[in-house]
């Protein structure tokens, strides 16, 4: 084939969140026409709650983004990439200390915009129940996958799919937080400066009664789908848990956990409190707070009586409840290669959490990489496999790893590089950051 003749080659994505879209604009910008499908709303998910393309379900914070951090880096190599989402994040960046968080509805709307209406982008607002035969394809459905289509996926691979348990926070407006028991404040910020979270402390007893309230509260009940599958603990992903299942593990759980009061002693005079809560920005008005920790399954009315137990949050109101959704997630091991290429086809790309990859971040990642990789095949050239030095390698590798006793998503972090004896955890890090730097400035010359 020739490469006028590979130019013309359908390009089809199925699937309009981060990965679907940041996919689609790599092929925008190389002037390469596109089908992108999209169910919603059409079909719901359960979780989403708008049409809008690239939504952020559980939280609007992508991160970290201090660039001595894992994730942190890891945006730093998609900017350097091209990230679309990228860019777009830091356009609506609200404030959230050394996190990236976003308003979200002024970012989702902005890829909607762009991306949707683009003459090069063939929109189809329906549900894939199928994979096209011809030309390249990108599936990144995501955890949500419709069930229909989770079949044809599961057909096409010749392995079930696996699947885990995912629950997103209830976010608050911030007229309704009592600031004469909440305070503004960074951890371990500086006193008197304010900060970018609110915070509510508790006290011993405080928090002792609302872990009773919390544990005795009532939950929504499994569908039929979640209890033919028996849900238990272990299948929630540990960074998603619902706060009333890490309570189940002990008094001092949320205390070593989402309610650490750690940091903030020399913000209240030398009072370290028992635990506390704290409630992040959720968008760029700033009337919006994300109860930072609080993935929750119980009823709406339970949430709105135990959550208003936290001194400060008497009278919250709730613009939205938090839930729990099933997520769905392939053998990425025994699937994939680290091109994201599926090993059955490798004109047939899995991107976004639907590769075993969790996290915003992490998932616009797999569209970047699909998207880069199809346009190097379009051009003729072989697909390339990122540089295992760098936090975009460093995941690809780990998550198509044959030898896991068992798989499960991954984040990006500094414990998928390998350890030398007796190195110091700082040295470590510094070594691994400079060398994924290194790394990643030779690979950019053969990417494209």
Not at 37 to 50: D, I, L, N, V
Not at 177 to 186: E, L, N, S
Not at 262 to 282: C, H, M, N, S, W
Not at 393 to 407: C, M, S, V
């Amino acid at each position: 084939m020739t490469k006028a003749d590979l130019k013309k080659t359908p390009v089809t994505i199925i699937g309009a969140g981060l990965a679907g879209s940041e996919a689609a604009y790599q092929f925008i910008r190389k002037q390469h026409p596109v089908t992108l499908y999209e169910m919603r709303p059409t079909k719901t998910t359960g979780a989403h709650t708008t049409d809008l393309l690239g939504e952020l379900v559980c939280s609007n914070s992508l991160g970290s983004n201090v660039h001595d951090r894992a994730s942190g880096l890891l945006k730093e190599e998609m900017r350097l990439i091209g990230s679309y989402m990228m860019d777009t994040a830091y356009k609506y960046r609200v404030p959230a200390g050394n996190a990236l968080a976003v308003d979200r509805d002024a970012f989702a709307r902005e890829i909607t915009r762009y991306i949707k209406n683009h003459n090069l982008v063939d929109f189809k607002n329906e549900e894939a129940l199928e994979i096209p035969k011809e030309g390249y394809v990108i599936i990144a459905t995501g955890p949500l996958t419709s069930e229909p289509f989770e079949k044809v996926i599961a057909e096409f691979l010749g392995s079930e799919n696996l699947s885990f348990f995912d629950a997103v926070a209830p976010i608050i407006t911030a007229e309704s937080i009592d600031m004469t028991k909440a305070f503004r404040g960074d951890r371990y910020g500086t006193p008197g400066e304010g900060g970018d979270y609110i915070n509510c402390p508790m006290n011993k007893q405080e928090y002792l009664a609302f872990l009773s309230e919390l544990l005795k509260a009532e939950r929504i009940e499994l569908s039929k789908l979640e209890k033919d599958e028996q849900l238990s603990k272990s299948d929630f992903f540990s960074a998603c848990q619902p706060i009333e299942v890490i309570a189940e593990s002990g008094p001092k759980s949320l205390r070593f956990g989402p309610l650490k009061p750690v940091g903030f002693a020399e913000q209240l005079g030398g009072t370290k409190p028992y635990a506390i809560v704290q409630l992040r920005q959720d968008n760029l008005l700033g009337t919006l707070y994300n109860m930072v920790g609080f993935q929750t399954n119980l009823r709406h009315k339970e949430q709105e009586r135990v959550f208003r137990m936290i001194p400060g949050l008497e009278n919250a109101e709730f613009t939205r409840f938090g839930q729990m959704h099933r997520n769905s997630f392939v053998n990425a091991p025994k699937t994939l290669l680290p091109t994201l290429q599926t090993k059955k086809n490798p004109n047939i790309f899995i991107a976004g959490q639907l590769s075993g990859v969790e996290g915003y971040t992490e998932s616009a990642m797999g569209g970047l990489v699909a998207g880069k990789n199809i346009l190097r095949m379009l051009n003729g050239k072989e697909p390339v496999e990122f540089p295992k030095e760098t936090m975009i390698g460093a995941l690809l590798n780990y998550i198509t790893f044959e030898g896991h006793k068992k798989f499960e998503p991954m984040n990006i972090n500094f414990g998928l590089f390998p350890n030398i004896e007796g190195e110091k955890k700082e040295v470590r890090r510094a070594r691994i950051i400079r060398q994924a730097r290194t790394a990643l400035r030779s690979f950019l010359k053969e990417l494209d």
